[in-house]
C-alpha cells in the first residue's frame, strides 16, 4: 500500500493540494467548447480521480530505482506507465461523460469532451512525470535516512565496544597492583593481608555488580572509592589519610561507573606510595551552577618523584572514557605542582533515570 494511503491526515493534505489542479482542469474544458455549468463537477472528479491514479508512480518507481537502473530501464518503466495512467484516467472520464449524457438526456456532452482531450492528455502526461520525479525524491529522501540511521548504529556500537575495552583495562591494571601488595603483606603481616583479600572480594563483587550498568549515582561511586580505600588503608597504615567534601546536592547524579577509581588509584600508587612519612588525598564535588558538577581528586606528592610521560594509563582510560560517552559534555584535566597532584573531572548532571547520554552508549541511539 502507498505510504499516503495509511495517514488520514496526509492523505486529505495531499488532495486539497489537489484543487489547483482542478481548476486549471476547468479552464480546459471551458476553453474548448464545453458547457460551463457542466465543467466544475467534470473537473473536480477528474482532479480527484487522477490524484489516486498518479500515485501508482510508487510502484513505478520501485519497479526502476534510480540506484541499480540506467536511464534506459528507467525510461521503459515509466513512459509506459505515464501513458497507461493517462489513457486510463481519459478512458474513465469519457465513460463517466457517457453515463452523465445518458442519465440527463442530453446529447453532445461526449462530443463537448472530445476537443479537450489532446491538452488533458499532454497536461496528464506533465502530471504523471512530476509525480514520479516526486516519489524518486522522497526515495532518495527515506534512502538517506537510512544510511544515517545505520551509521549511528555503528557508531553506538563502535562506542559500546570501546568502553568495555577501556573498562577491561581497568580491572586488570588495579587488581595486578591489589596483588603485589597482598604478596608483600604476607611476609610481613599475615593478618592483613588476610583482612586485605576479604576487602578485595568484597569489592571486586560489588565492582562487577555496578560494572553491568550504563550509570550509577556519584553516592554510589563514592561508596566504591571508600572501599578500594579501605583495602590500600590496610597496607599503608597510617600513612594515609584522607578527606572527602561531598556538597550533598551532587549524590544523586548519575556517572559512569568506576570512573572515579583511576584517580584515587592513581593518588595512592604516584602520589601517597611515593611519600617515606605519607600523605592525604583529598576528595570533593561540587555542583556548578544547575548543569555541571565538579569532582576532583588531589593528592599530595614526592617534589622528587620521577617525571612520568603522558598521564598515565588509568587518567588516559578515564579521559577516553568521557569523551566516548559524553563527547564534549565533560572533560579530565590534571594539574602537577611539585608538592600536590590534581585530576578534576567535569560532568553534566544526570539525574536517576535521565537518557540523556545513555542513548550514546546503548544500541540504536544517538544524542
Known amino acids: 500500500m502507498h505510504p499516503l494511503l495509511a495517514s488520514p491526515r496526509?492523505?486529505?493534505?495531499?488532495?486539497?493540494?489537489?484543487?489547483?489542479?482542478?481548476?486549471?482542469?476547468n479552464a480546459i474544458l471551458q476553453g474548448n467548447g464545453m458547457d460551463p455549468d457542466a465543467t466544475p463537477v467534470l473537473s473536480g472528479g477528474m482532479s480527484l480521480l487522477y490524484a489516486f491514479l498518479v500515485l501508482s508512480a510508487y510502484y513505478s518507481c520501485r519497479l526502476?530505482?534510480?540506484?541499480?537502473?540506467?536511464?534506459?530501464?528507467?525510461?521503459?518503466?515509466?513512459?509506459?506507465?505515464?501513458?497507461?495512467?493517462?489513457?486510463?484516467?481519459?478512458?474513465?472520464?469519457?465513460?463517466?461523460v457517457l453515463l452523465a449524457q445518458h442519465s440527463a438526456g442530453r446529447t453532445g456532452m461526449l462530443m463537448s469532451f472530445v476537443p479537450s482531450m489532446p491538452a488533458l492528455a499532454a497536461v496528464g502526461m506533465l502530471v504523471f512525470t512530476l509525480s514520479v520525479a516526486c516519489h524518486y525524491l522522497a526515495a532518495a529522501i527515506e534512502r538517506s535516512r537510512q544510511i544515517e540511521t545505520q551509521a549511528l548504529q555503528l557508531e553506538v556500537v563502535a562506542r559500546?565496544?570501546?568502553?568495555?575495552?577501556?573498562?577491561?583495562?581497568?580491572d586488570p591494571h588495579f587488581l595486578f597492583n591489589c596483588?603485589?601488595?597482598i604478596a608483600s603483606l604476607t611476609t610481613t603481616?599475615?593478618?592483613?593481608?588476610?583482612?586485605?583479600?576479604?576487602?578485595?572480594?568484597d569489592f571486586l563483587r560489588t565492582s562487577l555488580k555496578v560494572g553491568q550498568q550504563r550509570f550509577i549515582t556519584?553516592?554510589?561511586?563514592?561508596?566504591?572509592?571508600?572501599?578500594?580505600?579501605?583495602?590500600?588503608?590496610?597496607?599503608?597504615?597510617?600513612?594515609?589519610?584522607?578527606?572527602?567534601?561531598?556538597?550533598?546536592?551532587t549524590l544523586r547524579v548519575e556517572v559512569p561507573p568506576l570512573l572515579l577509581h583511576p584517580l584515587v588509584e592513581n593518588a595512592v600508587t604516584h602520589g601517597i606510595g611515593h611519600l617515606v612519612e605519607g600523605g592525604r588525598i583529598d576528595v570533593r564535588a561540587r555542583l556548578e551552577g544547575t548543569d555541571l558538577v565538579r569532582v576532583r581528586v588531589s593528592n599530595t606528592c614526592d617534589p622528587d618523584r620521577p617525571k612520568g610521560r603522558g598521564v598515565g594509563v588509568g587518567l588516559?582510560?578515564?579521559?577516553?572514557?568521557?569523551?566516548?560517552?559524553?563527547?564534549?559534555?565533560?572533560?579530565?584535566?590534571?594539574?602537577?605542582?611539585?608538592?600536590l597532584f590534581e585530576a578534576e573531572?567535569?560532568?553534566p548532571v544526570l539525574g536517576a533515570g535521565d537518557g540523556r547520554f545513555q542513548a550514546l552508549a546503548m544500541d540504536g541511539s544517538r544524542r
Not at 81 to 89: D, E, H, I, K, Q
Not at 316 to 339: D, F, G, K, M
Open 179 to 181: 596483588l603485589h601488595s
Open 316 to 339: 588516559e582510560n578515564v579521559r577516553r572514557r568521557l569523551e566516548t560517552i559524553y563527547r564534549h559534555e565533560a572533560a579530565l584535566s590534571v594539574r602537577s605542582q611539585p608538592e
Open 10 to 25: 496526509r492523505l486529505g493534505l495531499y488532495l486539497l493540494a489537489w484543487i489547483p489542479f482542478a481548476v486549471f482542469l
Open 160 to 170: 559500546d565496544a570501546e568502553l568495555k575495552v577501556l573498562r577491561a583495562q581497568i
Open 218 to 249: 556519584l553516592e554510589h561511586e563514592l561508596a566504591l572509592v571508600r572501599g578500594y580505600l579501605a583495602i590500600e588503608q590496610i597496607r599503608l597504615g597510617t600513612r594515609l589519610h584522607v578527606s572527602e567534601e561531598i556538597d550533598s546536592a
Open 64 to 96: 526502476a530505482p534510480l540506484p541499480g537502473s540506467s536511464a534506459w530501464q528507467v525510461i521503459s518503466v515509466q513512459v509506459p506507465a505515464a501513458l497507461s495512467s493517462t489513457l486510463l484516467w481519459l478512458g474513465l472520464t469519457s465513460v463517466a
Open 345 to 347: 573531572i567535569l560532568l
Open 189 to 201: 603481616d599475615a593478618a592483613a593481608a588476610r583482612k586485605m583479600c576479604v576487602l578485595l572480594g
